[in-house]
């Protein structure tokens, strides 16, 4: 992911974003991290982005964490509008959930998630997966948006 | 990641093969590992067509898929895979050497789930296949299983 690349996490609850980012940082992912608490706000940010540069810089790079259970509009639909969104629908998105049900993961890999991750109930593990899953980040490589 | 879940690996440098395999189980993945050294080969066994080894539906898997390979390119195998209702879900990760921005934007296009560029240097690329490794061996990871769930 290069530099320029805008880490986006769609995440109800304040604390988790915190440490989520406390993460991220911790990996050695120095992007730019930005926090939406619902999936209202994530979508309307998306559709933003891709407007026609106004002057003002945008990047063209990013990627989502994603939570099912979104205040607003849920996390699948969320999904959903931005896989079904010609310019968008290349933004990797990978769930990150406490919902663990095997009807929910079917869904949203058929509805083209990068990867569906279950936020496991100990705050220490997901301290350390989300470090790992920086760590691979950064060596992803990301499309931009047109 | 479950440990019944096979990691596939389209890959038709031997060598190349042989470090991914060795520096995934480095990071801890103990799943099982099937070489496919053409895109005809994996194409194959996941459309269950020819002599070779086939799919088992009642399993999952996840794809490591390079781009340049003889017979049928990564690019075609994705394509396919995408194309078809039962493999579309199978997360497919692109590991190639292969770093021109337009092969990117096209994978993603295709709907792979993550682009990564095998580094020139050695010791790099044991360090970014290690991490993807330890991505894979998270215990939270879920995969989709190929025949709908409650069939």
Known sequence: MNKDGVILIAEQDHKHFDMMKQSLLRSGVSNKILHLADGRRTLDFLSDVTQPPDGEHKSRQYILFLDVDLPEVGGMEVLEKIKADEKLSKVPIIMLTATDDPQTIDRCYELGCSTYMVKLAENDDLEESIKKIGHFLSVVEIASIE | ?151
């Open chain 2, 1 to 151: 990641m479950d440990k019944g879940i096979a990691i596939l690996i389209a890959e038709d440098d031997a060598g190349h093969f042989q470090l991914i395999k060795k520096n995934l189980w480095l990071a801890c993945v103990n799943n099982d590992i099937l070489q496919f050294k053409d895109g005809q080969q994996i194409l194959d066994f996941l459309l269950k067509t020819g002599d070779g080894p086939h799919m088992d539906e009642t399993k999952q898997y996840i794809v490591l898929l390079d781009v340049r390979m003889p017979k049928v390119d990564g690019l075609e195998v994705l394509r396919r895979m995408k194309d078809n209702d039962k493999l579309r879900k199978i997360p497919v990760i692109m590991l190639t050497t292969t770093s021109e921005s337009g092969m990117i934007e096209q994978c993603y296009g295709l709907g792979c789930s993550c682009y990564m560029v095998k580094p020139v240097d050695y010791h790099r690329f044991m360090e970014a296949v290690q991490s993807l490794g330890k991505f894979l061996s998270l215990e939270g990871l879920r995969l989709p299983s190929i025949r709908p769930s409650g069939n």
